[in-house]
């Protein structure tokens, strides 16, 4: 099932080509005797390389070497593209560089892996956003987990930051923070509720994390 394609190493031309290439490309095996990889592909690969330089560049280090497999991009005779596997084999018959590539079609297991891949982000933020719920439950709406680009506005516009690696930098940081609060006018129950969830926070930084910045603002 899968197209089986010969080129001579020094042309990067196909000598020999199976029926599959119809099947697949469209191509018949006389249309496709004479064509290098790079006329049945797109200018581009997806990797940003030009389909040309990359197929030399594969062809050529695949004389004397073993077999290699990648990932290819060709182009059907309607236009359309197709996602494919190659593997590349070199040999010498009769004092004539081969190589022999088999090429299989692997666009329904691309299409898989992107559905698949879909499915785990979708979950991912199900997970965060069922931590963040529960965590904000359970704290009375006091604490609510964030990603970083929600905080980045407020880190932006503070005014001030404090270091917090270590247990021993943990009280004199929120004696910082306290007189921060106190000087814009959050006193009393008020503050002592604020600097416990303020305690709880620097806590869990420098307890779970590598390190920890309190942002003021």
């Not at 790079?38 to 695949?62: C, H, M, N, T």
């Not at 590539?101 to 892996?113: G, M, Q």
Request: charged letters at 30%; hydrophobic letters at 40%; aromatic letters at 8%.
């Amino acid at each position: 099932p899968d197209m089986v394609m010969l080129l001579a190493a020094q042309t990067h031309e196909f000598i020999a080509a199976n029926p599959a290439v119809y099947r697949v490309l469209g191509y018949s095996t006389r249309e496709i005797l004479g064509k290098t990889p790079w006329d049945i592909s797109p200018e581009f690969q997806p990797d940003g390389e030009r389909s040309e330089e990359k197929a030399r560049r594969l062809l050529k280090g695949q004389l004397g070497a073993p077999p290699q497999l990648f990932e290819w991009t060709h182009i059907r005779k309607d236009g359309s593209l197709i996602d494919c596997e190659v593997s590349l084999v070199y040999y010498r018959l009769h004092g004539e560089d081969l190589v022999q590539a088999i090429v299989r079609d692997i666009t329904e297991r691309k299409h898989a892996e992107e559905i698949r891949r879909g499915l785990e982000r979708e979950l991912e933020l199900q997970k965060r956003s069922f931590y963040r719920d529960t965590i904000l439950s359970v704290t009375d709406g006091k604490l609510s987990v964030v990603e970083q680009a929600e905080v980045e506005p407020y880190i932006a516009k503070s005014v001030a930051s404090v270091e917090v690696d270590e247990f021993p930098e943990v009280s004199p940081a929120r004696r910082e923070v306290e007189s921060f609060v106190v000087a814009h006018g959050i006193t009393g129950e008020r503050a002592d509720a604020f600097m416990i969830g303020v305690g709880e926070a620097i806590t869990n930084a420098v307890k779970h994390g590598k390190q920890g910045r309190v942002y003021l603002g």
